[in-house]
């Protein structure tokens, strides 16, 4: 039952983040009952206005425009291409757009300490892949960060809740920091990487965050 869920989740957003990009922000806000990129905003709190950040998998580019307002020189890569076209229309009418690129998290085409945040809003499986990690340690600069949204709990008595709970216990996957830990705990080679797991409560739930600091 687990596997099978687990493929049916990523055939379902395999294809809303590519052949269905335009229905994506629709189905979003329907899925989490209006709330989600209210909690994709609260990333906004790791955000220097000095930082130059880069995005990985801005999507629609809702993130993308709040830091873009703030004033930061920002990056983005998204590896759809109708997430980039959405995207590009969205900003396209604000100062100094930021540079937007077609890749993927695992061969960032930035420069050694380039890059002082790196954000992400609940991201596949790259965030997990240890050469993932290694682009981080190359592309950040002395002190920088990478913080990505991973998850959200769903402990309130809605309907909405209860059935996110039910699939969670059906596949065996417990939102909270323990369960995130896990992928972690062998991360030898990597000493110039303080990896964190923390959680912020936003709207009574808990927000858990992944936060990967370059010494």
């Known amino acids: 039952m687990k596997n099978l869920l687990q493929k049916l989740f990523r055939f379902f957003y395999k294809n809303l983040y590519h052949s269905f990009a335009f229905a994506y922000n629709r189905i979003a806000l329907l899925v989490s009952?209006?709330?989600?990129?209210?909690?994709?905003?609260?990333?906004?709190?790791?955000?220097?206005?000095?930082?130059?950040?880069?995005?990985?998998?801005?999507?629609?580019?809702?993130?993308?425009?709040?830091?873009?307002?703030?004033?930061?020189?920002?990056?983005?890569?998204?590896?759809?291409?109708?997430?980039?076209?959405?995207?590009?229309?969205?900003?396209?009418?604000?100062?100094?757009?930021?540079?937007?690129?077609?890749?993927?998290?695992?061969?960032?085409?930035?420069?050694?300490?380039?890059?002082?945040?790196?954000?992400?809003?609940?991201?596949?499986?790259?965030?997990?892949?240890?050469?993932?990690?290694?682009?981080?340690e190359r592309v950040l600069t002395r002190g920088g960060m990478f913080v990505s949204l991973l998850g959200v709990s769903f402990n309130k008595s809605t309907f909405l809740d209860i059935f996110y709970r039910s699939l969670n216990y059906i596949s065996g996957h417990k939102m909270d920091k323990d369960n995130f830990k896990k992928y972690f705990k062998n991360t030898n080679g990597f000493e110039k990487l303080k990896i964190d797991l923390i959680s912020r409560e936003y709207n009574k739930r808990s927000l858990y965050f992944l936060t990967i600091k370059k010494l």
């Open 33 to 136: 009952a209006g709330e989600w990129f209210d909690w994709v905003k609260q990333t906004l709190q790791f955000v220097d206005e000095k930082s130059i950040v880069l995005e990985i998998g801005f999507g629609t580019g809702i993130l993308f425009e709040e830091i873009s307002k703030l004033g930061n020189k920002i990056f983005g890569i998204d590896e759809s291409q109708n997430m980039i076209d959405i995207t590009k229309k969205r900003i396209l009418p604000l100062d100094g757009v930021p540079k937007i690129v077609r890749g993927i998290a695992k061969y960032l085409p930035y420069s050694h300490d380039s890059i002082d945040l790196i954000v992400a809003t609940f991201p596949s499986e790259y965030v997990f892949d240890f050469s993932f990690l290694a682009e981080i």
